[in-house]
């Protein structure tokens, strides 16, 4: 159901969109050099800006495109696609970790050893690619700090994802002629260096301080393109950057992880308010929009799907005890809520994680809704009925006329048909005993006060 409804949501958002980086006042055809600024962690929207960025220099014959890098890592699926675009791009990538300060961390090392130059500028560094196989098969930087020994993989599946990891990494290293042995120590000891340093151990090609610098500095480089070696030409070629699009900037903000579960929650809830309170609308109509959302996003994910079902039983369970009151089903439904949502995303991928106080808020608010409904559901069971037979049994009157053991009396402002086993006068107050279909069975009452 949840990729049906995601593959729903992403045909309208394809068929929606406008054409990928449609920068009317862009140069055309020779002369140009594309600019693609891979920043912040690398994802989804990442992937897709990339892919986009690589087609659209395709089509107006760019003669170079420079992917500025500055990223911490990002999710493994992620990248190997943005790793496959550059290995399969008629016109040659240039990785360029810039500007001073940045890095190519984790994910972005990967990157850096496919394209088909690699540079830095000062004070940069890159390394740090050690796989975190936590199920979702996340890059995320450095390991964690209690695990002192890196060589040496504490469990198969862990020494899986290194292996894995030195040979995807050792090909592209071979594939370009760079440093490989350097390349598995970073994937196997976390290893680091400077833009100096990798220089010197031939894992970039080029020092450069800007843009400019880089450009100047690569043309006459022979690269492999394909299966074909190209002489780069890019001195004196017009930078343009290419921004993402709308479409690429929302992926990007939906498929950040706490958007992505308040999306979810928001869905969830606006539904149930509806189903509990046919007619609204409002609510409907929200919570559907923000669950196609939701789902659209979580697809684009790794998430756990124990996680998704403690979360939504947990729900449930809450859910439950505004019906059936035990105190059991709510204990037990805000614990399966908050560890649910602490398992929901399968890794600590830098800029892929569930933020702690996100879930403390979102598990605090839903426990507040479910004692919200509780207590609105205690004080209707102590308000009284003010309608139907309970609202009549046991409500004074006043006989308006009487004959034998039958006549009639006022109730609540109407006038009723009445019996009684009991003789009664005109004016005399009375109370309802019980009511059978129209008729009233009364009793006289004692020492009663005149009606309000």
């Not at 990729?3 to 949501?9: A, N, Q």
């Not at 019906?323 to 204990?331: H, I, N, T």
Request: with cysteine; proline share 5%.
């Amino acid at each position: 159901m949840v990729r049906l409804l995601s593959g729903v949501l992403a045909a309208a958002l394809l068929l929606s969109a406008p054409c990928l980086f449609a920068a009317a006042d862009a140069p055309q055809g020779a002369g140009l050099a594309v600019v693609l600024d891979l920043r912040g962690a690398i994802g989804p929207a990442a992937a897709e800006y990339v892919h986009g960025g690589l087609a659209a220099a395709r089509e107006r014959g760019a003669r170079a495109v420079v992917l500025r890098i500055d990223t911490p890592g990002g999710l493994s699926s992620s990248m190997r696609e943005i790793v496959g675009d550059i290995l399969e791009s008629p016109v040659p990538v240039i990785a360029f970790v810039a500007p001073s300060g940045a890095r190519a961390a984790s994910a972005g090392t990967y990157i850096l050893y496919a394209s088909h130059l690699a540079a830095m500028a000062p004070s940069t560094h890159l390394g740090a690619a050690t796989p975190v196989p936590l199920g979702g098969g996340l890059f995320g930087g450095a390991p964690k700090e209690e695990k002192k020994d890196l060589k040496t993989p504490a469990t198969a599946e862990e020494a899986k994802a290194v292996n894995d990891a030195v040979a995807y990494i050792r090909g592209l290293a071979q594939l370009r002629g760079r440093n490989a042995e350097w390349a598995e120590k970073a994937v196997r000891e976390a290893a680091t260096l400077t833009d100096s340093e990798a220089q010197a151990l031939n894992v970039v090609d080029i020092s450069a301080t800007d843009l400019a610098d880089l450009l100047r500095q690569a043309d006459g480089r022979s690269v492999k393109v394909g299966q074909h070696e190209m002489r780069l030409a890019t001195r004196g070629l017009t930078p343009v950057v290419l921004e993402p699009d709308w479409r690429n900037r929302f992926i990007a903000t939906i498929t950040d992880p706490n958007i992505a579960y308040l999306l979810l929650l928001a869905g969830v809830y606006g539904i149930l308010f509806e189903f509990f309170n046919p007619g609204a609308v409002l609510p409907g109509v929200i919570g559907g929009i923000a669950l196609l959302i939701a789902a659209y996003a979580l697809n684009l994910l790794p998430i756990n799907y124990a996680g998704v079902g403690l979360l939504l039983l947990g729900i449930a369970m809450m859910v439950g005890e505004a019906f059936a009151p035990s105190g059991a089903l709510a204990v037990g439904g805000i614990v399966a809520f908050a560890v649910g949502s602490l398992f929901l995303f399968t890794g600590p991928a830098p800029g892929f994680a569930l933020s702690g106080a996100v879930v403390a808020a979102a598990t605090l608010c839903s426990a507040a809704i479910l004692l919200l409904a509780l207590a609105t559901i205690w004080r209707s069971r102590r308000r009284a009925v003010v309608i139907g037979d309970a609202a009549l049994v046991g409500s004074a009157g006043e006989v308006l006329r009487w004959h034998d053991t039958e006549g009639e009396v006022q109730v609540k402002g109407e006038r009723w048909r009445a019996v009684s086993s009991t003789q009664l006068s005109p004016g005399q107050r009375v109370r309802v005993v019980a009511r059978r279909d129209l008729t009233l069975e009364i009793a006289p009452e004692s020492n009663a006060s005149p009606q309000a």
